[in-house]
């Protein structure tokens, strides 16, 4: 793959998997303590219903339908937060664990490719270009998980598995998060005059939709405090949406300003995506028949229904939304000797990088 690349995919597999089995007693230890932690939890509900017991038995009352009540409304909710609580724990057991791992193995392994740098949590995409490529919803703050920043064949790319949030107004709820995914940012060795910007169908992330569901959530709990008022605030609450639709379409505008929808020569792409274009005569020189199969090949590739990209400012940006977590070296779960979680890994990564010379990044001529 890359110009100074070292091993093939086989040593590389094998480099890693030396690496990660060194840390197969640091898995075991915390698989023992994480025994422990649900064994707890067990007793803890034991516990509980050994005292439910007590109380309903200790002096011959019968279960009436009082009791029944009590159980089904109190009994049962408390054990279900108890499981959930546990299993909360177990998966920030887990993910800890995968960062363990990262942090122990995987830039020693990138080393060997060349000039590739893995970082958790840093901001390797700027706001300014998620803004300008226009591909993500508005939002509030994001946080990044596993980003890498490297160059190949003279093209520089940043990649980041990040989510975007939306903060919520009142303070007693909690902040929404409106996507997850894998942005990938190419500095592409060609001149973008206009912005140009394809998407799933059907997929509105360019304009902004954040807002008008905070508000739709907002008004239906007024309306269900309002009791025998529903009614009247049901009237306000179709005022208040009329009006944050009013203000989103002229937000919508002036973020959108000047891009037109473009009508490819693939019928069949049509159906599944929406081109946009700041120049029709641009647009169509660089989402040629070639990019247009090429583009449909990563989508099938990642195994994802969301994935769009922008030609903005000399870049090219590709947002894949997805709920799985990507670039994971292994599990608490599973011995460190399988090789899937590593095989998984390299896929991923190459497929990545491969872009590059998918999409021909590093001419100058059209794609």
């Known amino acids: 793959m ?25 898995r075991k230890k915390r698989v023992n303590i994480l025994i422990l932690i649900i064994l707890s939890f067990a007793c803890l509900i034991f516990a509980f219903l050994y005292i439910i017991n007590v109380y309903f038995y200790s002096d011959g009352i019968i279960l009436n339908k009082v009791n029944l009540q009590f159980i089904f409304l109190f009994v049962i909710p408390v054990i279900l ?57 508005d939002y509030h703050y ?42 990938i940012n190419f500095a592409i060795n060609k ?18 939709n954040a807002s008008l569901f905070s508000a739709i959530l907002a008004l239906s709990v007024f309306i269900i405090l309002a009791g025998e008022y529903w009614f009247l605030m049901f009237i306000a609450m179709m005022l208040g949406l009329l009006v944050a639709s009013l203000v989103l379409i002229f937000h919508s505008k002036e973020k959108v300003e000047n891009l037109k ?4 020569e693939d019928p069949i792409f049509n159906k599944k995506y929406t081109a946009y274009s700041q120049d029709e005569v641009e647009g169509r020189y660089l989402l040629t028949t070639g990019f247009m199969e090429r583009f449909n090949n990563v989508r099938t590739a990642f195994g994802v229904n969301n994935i769009k990209c922008s030609f903005y400012d000399n870049d090219f940006m590709l947002a894949i939304r997805t709920g799985k ?12 000797k399988n090789p899937k979680y590593i095989r998984k890994f390299i896929e991923e990564y190459i497929s990545i990088i491969s872009l590059i010379d998918y999409f021909k990044f590093d001419e100058k001529t059209g794609l």
Not at 2 to 26: A, R, V, W
Not at 325 to 336: M, R, V
Request: proline share 1%; net charge positive.
């Open 325 to 336: 977590d990507l670039f994971e070296l292994g599990s608490i779960f599973t011995p460190l």
């Open 142 to 183: 994001f946080k990044n998980e596993d980003t890498f920043t490297g160059k190949y064949k003279d093209v520089n790319y940043s990649i980041a598995e990040t989510g975007l949030f939306y903060r919520a107004k009142n303070q007693n709820y909690g902040d929404t998060k409106i996507y997850h995914g894998v942005l």
């Open 261 to 264: 929808k473009i009508v490819l």
């Open 2 to 26: 890359q110009d100074n690349i070292k091993t093939g995919y086989s040593d590389l597999e094998n480099m890693f998997i030396t690496l990660i089995l060194e840390h197969e007693s640091e």
């Open 191 to 208: 001149n973008i005059n206009a912005k140009t910007i394809v998407t799933s169908k059907g997929d509105k992330n360019i304009m902004n």
């Open 81 to 137: 937060l108890i499981i959930y609580f546990c299993i909360l724990i177990i998966n920030r057991y887990n993910k800890n664990f995968k960062l363990y791992l990262k942090k122990a193995c995987l830039q020693k392994v990138l080393t060997q490719l060349g000039g590739i740098k893995w970082q958790f949590g840093k901001k390797t995409i700027s706001k300014i270009q998620r803004t300008n490529s226009m591909l993500l919803p």
